[in-house]
């Protein structure tokens, strides 16, 4: 993957620069070549930089996973807001919008981000990332949905993050079409959202 000519001067960037520079590149190579083979020794290869470099910047590997984890959920709820429209009133239309940018974004970062997620699989780490992430979705989707249907249960959408992934990771498998995924997840949504909360007075109420 490295495209540099050997011998050639290294170029000097500013740290910001840099560090973004050694994310994109790690993200290209998993896209290629999956974790497994991924070593910030690797890392520091392909970006043409020393080692010393890359162990600044992130330590380990897992850092670097963790990085891009971020990055990938802070694409996703930036998805989800690029994908807004005036009109926001039509139950079905918001349910729509939720389940194609949350599956849209999984394809979009493919198989480098299955891959990171499996990497960190059972990391504490990765817990508390997905926990915070994911009630962070969860939180924009209740407000998106709340004028249309009052208050969600939390427990209710994170049902529609479980949904998402199994479907996303389908999808990229090649088990199933993305549009047929699409589909049964703003159906999971539209379930979730006017699905009566047994705890709530309302509900209560009407027993």
């Known amino acids: 993957m490295n495209q540099n ?3 050639s001067p290294r170029r000097r960037l500013p740290r910001a620069e840099r560090h973004a520079q050694l994310l994109e590149t790690a993200r290209a ?19 043409d930089v020393a080692k010393p470099v890359v162990y ?4 380990d590997r897992s850092k670097v996973f963790v990085e891009l984890y971020e990055e990938f959920e802070a694409r996703q709820r930036s998805a989800l807001l690029s994908s807004l429209s005036d009109d926001m009133s039509d139950l079905e239309q918001v349910c729509a919008i939720v389940a194609r940018a949350y599956i ?11 891959g990171v997620v499996d990497a960190l699989a059972g990391s504490p780490m990765l817990v508390r990332l997905r ?5 962070a979705y969860v939180a924009m989707c209740r407000e998106l949905l709340r004028p249309i249907v009052g208050p969600i249960d939390p427990a209710r959408m994170q049902a529609v993050i479980g949904a998402g ?21 703003t159906d999971v949504v539209v ?4 699905a009566s909360d047994p705890l709530s007075p309302g ?3 009407q027993k």
């Open 5 to 7: 000519n050997a011998g």
């Open 131 to 135: 926990r915070d992430a994911e009630q």
């Open 191 to 194: 379930a979730m959202a006017v």
């Open 104 to 114: 849209d974004c999984w394809l979009t970062e493919g198989r480098e981000m299955a």
């Open 56 to 59: 600044d910047h992130f330590g």
């Open 165 to 185: 992934d199994a479907l996303a990771r389908d999808v990229l498998a090649g088990a199933l079409d993305g549009d047929h995924a699409r589909q049964v997840l």
């Open 29 to 47: 190579f998993i896209k290629e070549s999956g974790t497994d083979e991924f070593t910030l020794g690797r890392l520091a290869l392909e970006a």
């Open 203 to 205: 509900a209560a109420a």
